[in-house]
């Protein structure tokens, strides 16, 4: 899945959860070289897939978490482009970025697993305050509006986030 060209090539999309659950929120803690970085659990969009069955795989893959059992399915809540610099890279990184929302259940937390399971690393995954998580290194860049995330209604649609720039967000 892709959008529209819109210079060097499709803008691949990449789809990820913000878990909740007793007030925190579940983030991948990467050591990078300009510091730690905090990331939301999820990956790309390949092709052939829709956006939510591809945060099942890349959750299931990630954290060994599924899905499938939750009450009720994850609710897409933002909408953030991205095209930044990076280190060493001539071309600006790019993608579109479908956030989603899901309340676990302590059970679930209790099988998600303590290291990213996709990863040779093995990043850990950490479970944060919500109001500590709005205030750190975020990937995507959502701390601004991560409390709205929490939400629990489904009325209105997707917030379209300010992009991800150059100039608002810097790689670590």
């Known amino acids: 899945m ?3 060209d819109t ?4 803008v ?6 913000v878990l909740l659950y007793d007030g925190r ?15 939301l659990p999820g990956g790309v969009v390949e092709d052939g897939e829709d956006a939510t069955e591809a945060l099942r795989r890349e959750l299931l893959e990630e954290l060994r978490l599924d899905l499938a059992v939750l009450p ?3 609710v897409l809540r933002f909408v953030q482009d991205q095209s930044t610099p990076r280190p060493d890279e001539d071309e600006p990184f790019r993608r579109r970025r479908l956030v989603f929302t899901a309340h676990l259940h302590e059970d ?3 099988a998600v697993a303590q290291a990213e399971q996709d990863d040779p ?9 919500m109001a500590d998580a709005a205030g750190l290194h975020l990937y995507p860049a959502i701390g601004a509006v991560l409390g ?4 629990t209604d489904t009325a209105t649609g997707p917030l379209l986030l300010p992009a991800m720039t150059g100039a608002s967000y810097q790689w670590r």
Request: aromatic residues 2%.
């Open 2 to 4: 892709t959008s529209s």
């Open 7 to 10: 210079g060097s090539g499709p």
């Open 12 to 17: 691949r999309v990449r789809a990820c959860a």
């Open 25 to 39: 929120l579940c983030l991948i803690r990467r050591q990078r070289p300009a510091g730690v970085q905090l990331s």
């Open 72 to 74: 009720d399915p994850p």
């Open 108 to 110: 679930l937390v209790a």
């Open 121 to 129: 690393d093995q990043a850990p995954v950490v479970w944060l305050p």
């Open 148 to 151: 709205q995330a929490a939400r």
